[in-house]
């Protein structure tokens, strides 16, 4: 089955020197060759200063520019799994060097709607809603929105590049590791009121268009960042 | 129809881990159990109780969940549905499931998986394997039955949609994933040994319950130390369950409880367990150590205070507990005078995780009480009184504040 795996961390306000990236990269590209047959997706996300969150729904969406001050962990990237249990999704996340100091959340998705088109200009949309509101998955309020959802997707055509629905918060479990420990929570890492429970990838000309396209996706808020096309997957 | 409900304690926890493997489902699995042990009600009473109940319930938990998977996988887009084909594929070949241990051993890693909080995982564990209704381990949680049904279930849903599998772990996951089994257990002991709050018999259920489940343990896999350790420490301490606490309810202290009434039994079995425990690296093992160097002095007065002091700075370097520091400061009284424990007792009531604890306060009463210091004493007590987690607990604090020359409070 697939799982979802949102990366958060502190965000830099500086961009780290060349040898902390270097040496960033390197650990991401060790960990791509060793769990590469279990990474169907993945990207970093570009630093949420350029990224901007919309509520309002579709009729009537507001734009805030980040970055998103408030928030201590910031999402900075994101992979899709196949994996055959929790236990080896679990086994991937721990791998992942975000886990060292920050926080990898893996969610199983209810369905996983791959890219149709090439990974070059892209920008994720988180979808995010209240945590106590959150519907769950085969309900016949959640197949209502499922299907606005695919409406969504077939208005923009080509816009829309993939995506998936997430399952319930409380079948997402939240890895860290300290001192050489997988430390493993029940749930999401939950800072605001709202969290992760689906996503788009959009593949859009700029930032502009981006916004356009994301105001028209149905939920309560989304965090709209651009990917930065690094990953090579 | 007197005995039913033994024979529902006895088979619950592995019919459903049976039926669990079998559909790959827990909440289809209790359901089933639970319809199976219904329908036991009413044919028992008419038809008299089957040669073998175990066969009997796995058989009709079975064929009512298939009659719900068949039920409800005629509706379009169930999911159900593929369970109800993975099933019957796999009945066909199998035929009544087995190997009913192996079942149990393996729900209770599903049920203390660390994806699932602690809570989550005890609350599950008490449901699922030991058979307590959402009722009864809301009273022994002290928590309410809304609470513990909602933790229940969304535990299963977790188990089921983020597909935490039904299984004991792969050799290289065992060495991080048996300490969680173990601490499950452990709370389970403790909820029943120490919390001294909800009713009794609930509370013997679960010291009961837990021995058992370490037993199984130490027999399903008996080259681990630590859960050799844990089978020992739990059947030390539960030898003294009948004189812990007087006719009034009060904490009796070790040093006047009658020792000819512990468990010899439960002392023997213990100590047994000990010694195949050698070479345990958890908590366990200097905590069963110190339980069993009580156990096995005849008179309080033939402690041997000196193990006790080594098995707490073991169990300090494992845990760095500031309740095991405490615990050793008062054995160092008694090892090497009152000054020296309320010496070392000072040094642990900085630590900020005691500040909600009347640990601290019960020490220092107690050691200037036994060095004649009554009025120094007093004050303690009062203190430890004040902050006294559970009633036997308090009404043992106040006795002794009246035996210092303190007010009655």
């Not at chain 1, 901007?52 to 001050?69: E, K, L, Q, S």
């Not at chain 2, 319809?35 to 796995?58: H, K, Q, T, Y």
């Not at chain 2, 070392?344 to 900020?352: E, M, S």
Request: glycine share 8%; proline share 6%.
């Amino acid at each position: 089955m697939y799982y979802f795996a949102l990366l958060l961390g502190p965000e830099t306000t500086e961009e780290p020197d060349a040898s902390t990236q270097a040496e960033i990269m390197s650990a991401y590209e060790n960990f791509h060759a060793n769990y590469g047959t279990s990474i169907r997706a993945g990207d970093a996300l570009v630093p949420s200063a350029t990224g901007a969150r919309i509520t309002g729904g579709p009729d009537a969406p507001v734009v805030t520019d980040g970055p998103f001050a408030e928030a201590a962990e910031v999402a900075g990237g994101y992979y899709v799994f196949e994996a055959e249990n929790l236990d080896d999704a679990l086994t991937i996340a721990a791998a992942i060097p975000a886990c060292q100091n920050g926080a990898v959340e893996v969610w199983p998705m209810v369905e996983y709607m791959p890219p149709s088109q090439p990974l070059d200009n892209n920008w994720i949309a988180l979808l995010l809603e209240p945590v106590d509101s959150v519907l769950a998955p085969g309900t016949p309020e959640w197949n209502e929105i499922a299907a606005q959802h695919g409406a969504f997707a077939a208005a923009v055509g080509d816009r829309a590049n993939g995506g998936a629905p997430l399952h319930l918060p409380s079948t997402a479990t939240t890895v860290r590791v300290r001192d050489g420990k997988v430390v493993l929570t029940d749930g999401p890492y939950i800072e605001g009121a709202e969290v992760a429970n689906g996503y788009h990838i959009l593949n859009v000309a700029d930032r502009d268009e981006a916004i356009k396209v994301a105001s028209m996706i149905p939920a309560t808020t989304i965090e709209l960042r651009q990917l930065m096309g690094v990953s090579g997957l | 129809m007197t005995n039913l409900d033994g024979v529902f304690r006895r088979e619950w926890g592995s019919a459903v881990a049976a039926l669990a493997r079998w559909s790959g489902d827990l909440t289809i699995a209790e359901d089933a159990v639970q319809e199976a042990f219904a329908e036991a009600l009413r044919a028992w009473p008419r038809d008299g109780i089957p040669e073998n109940p175990a066969a009997w319930i796995v058989t009709v938990a079975r064929n009512r969940a298939l009659d719900r998977l068949r039920r409800e996988s005629v509706r379009p887009g169930k999911e159900l549905a593929a369970v109800y084909d993975d099933i019957t594929a796999r009945t066909d070949r199998q035929g009544v499931p087995h190997r009913i241990r192996d079942d149990e051993l393996r729900m209770m890693f599903t049920c203390a998986h660390p994806a699932l909080d602690p809570q989550s995982q005890l609350a599950l564990t008490l449901r699922l394997i030991s058979g307590l209704t959402v009722s009864e381990i809301a009273r022994a949680l002290l928590q309410s039955e809304p609470a513990v049904g909602q933790r229940i279930t969304r535990a299963k849903n977790k188990v089921r949609h983020a597909n935490i599998p039904l299984r004991v772990p792969p050799p290289e996951l065992l060495p991080q994933r048996t300490p969680h089994v173990l601490a499950c257990i452990y709370s389970v002991f403790t909820e029943g040994y120490w919390s001294t709050a909800g009713p009794s018999a609930i509370r013997d259920e679960l010291c009961d319950e837990a021995i058992r489940l370490a037993g199984e343990v130490c027999s399903l896999m008996p080259d681990e130390r630590d859960g050799q350790a844990l089978a020992a420490l739990m059947l030390l301490h539960d030898s003294r369950r009948h004189t812990r606490v007087d006719a009034d309810g009060a904490l009796v202290p070790l040093d006047e409880q009658d020792r000819d009434r512990w468990d010899r039994g439960r002392i023997t079995r213990g100590l047994d367990r000990l010694r195949n425990a050698a070479g345990a690296t958890g908590p366990y093992l200097p905590q069963a150590v110190i339980a069993a160097l009580h156990a096995t002095a005849s008179r309080w007065e033939d402690t041997d205070w000196d193990g006790i002091c080594l098995a707490y700075d073991r169990l300090i370097a494992i845990t760095h507990s500031p309740v095991a520091r405490a615990n050793r400061a008062l054995a160092l009284g008694f090892r090497d005078g009152f000054d020296a424990g309320l010496a070392a007792i000072d040094d642990v009531a900085a630590d900020p995780r005691m500040a909600r604890s009347n640990t601290v306060a019960s020490i220092r009463a107690d050691l200037h009480r036994r060095a004649g210091r009554y009025v120094e004493a007093q004050r303690w007590y009062l203190e430890a009184v004040d902050q006294a987690g559970s009633d036997p607990a308090r009404q043992f604090l106040r006795r002794r504040l009246v035996e210092c020359g303190g007010q009655r409070v």
